[in-house]
């Protein structure tokens, strides 16, 4: 089971802007930061947004992160087709002294 | 362009050791400031971190797998390798081998092999 907990599922239209929670605890979203990971089909994941909010180059500014008490949210604004995928949520745990995962939202664009 | 490969067998009996080995490209794991990790995704399930290393040879183990996990960096070959002993069917996963951001904070993986699956099964 893991130790961030995100919806196993979210879904959106194209255009329409989409959000997805990780919820964790006062051992790793509350006190360290929280990342993001896209996962596209038959591809490996790739890192979205680190430090809470940052983007790595070349990441449009469609994809933006929040992060409040022991949760945080990604979202996703003008949704298209080509951003169904798995997302995950990561955060470093002061309990287990690594790098924990949540178990992933699949989007579906419909 | 940074490439990632994962190398090493497809099936594995149970109680056996597994050894992956992943090839960087494009970049060396002598790189200062980079680490590097193994990550794995049991079928249907999360990705769970493994065990991080550094050139310099320090190491860093997700505390539920130390007990089974080895992980060694070969600078020469630019290359740097898993093993995990006695294997059972929870250790079916495809496995991720990335560069590593650690420390100061920062803990993430910015660049990812495509995985290799691992099937344990006599």
């Known amino acids: 089971q893991s130790l961030l907990t995100q919806p196993p599922s979210a879904s959106g239209t194209p255009g329409q802007r989409v959000t997805i929670s990780c919820s964790g605890n006062?051992?790793?979203?509350?006190?360290?930061?929280v990342y993001w990971y896209q996962r596209l089909p038959g591809t490996a994941p790739n890192l979205l947004l680190y430090?809470?909010?940052q983007r790595p180059s070349g990441v449009p500014d469609r994809f933006s992160g929040s992060k409040s008490g022991t949760s945080a949210s990604l979202a996703i604004s003008g949704l298209r087709s080509g951003d169904e995928a798995d997302y995950y949520c990561?955060?470093?745990?002061?309990?287990?002294?690594?790098?924990?995962f949540g178990g992933g939202t699949k989007l579906t664009v419909l | 362009q940074l490439q990632l490969q994962e190398s090493g067998p497809g099936l594995v009996k149970p109680s056996e050791t597994l050894s992956l080995t992943c090839t960087v490209s494009?970049?060396?794991?002598?790189?200062?400031?980079?680490?590097w990790g193994w990550i794995r995704q049991p079928p249907g399930k999360g990705l769970e971190w493994i065990v991080t290393?550094?050139?310099?040879?320090?190491?860093y183990y997700n505390p539920s797998l130390k007990s089974r996990v080895a992980i060694s960096a070969d600078t020469p070959k630019n290359q740097f390798s898993l093993k995990l002993t006695s294997l059972t069917a929870a250790d079916t996963a495809v496995y991720y081998c990335?560069?590593?951001?650690w420390g100061f904070g920062n803990y993430y993986f910015d660049s990812w092999g495509q995985g290799t699956l691992v099937t344990v099964s006599s």
């Open positions: 990561a955060a470093w745990d002061d309990s287990l002294s690594g790098p924990v």
């Open positions: 290393v550094y050139s310099s040879g320090s190491t």
């Open positions: 006062s051992s790793n979203i509350a006190s360290n930061y």
């Open positions: 430090r809470n909010t």
């Open positions: 494009g970049g060396s794991i002598s790189s200062s400031g980079y680490y």
């Open positions: 990335a560069r590593t951001a």
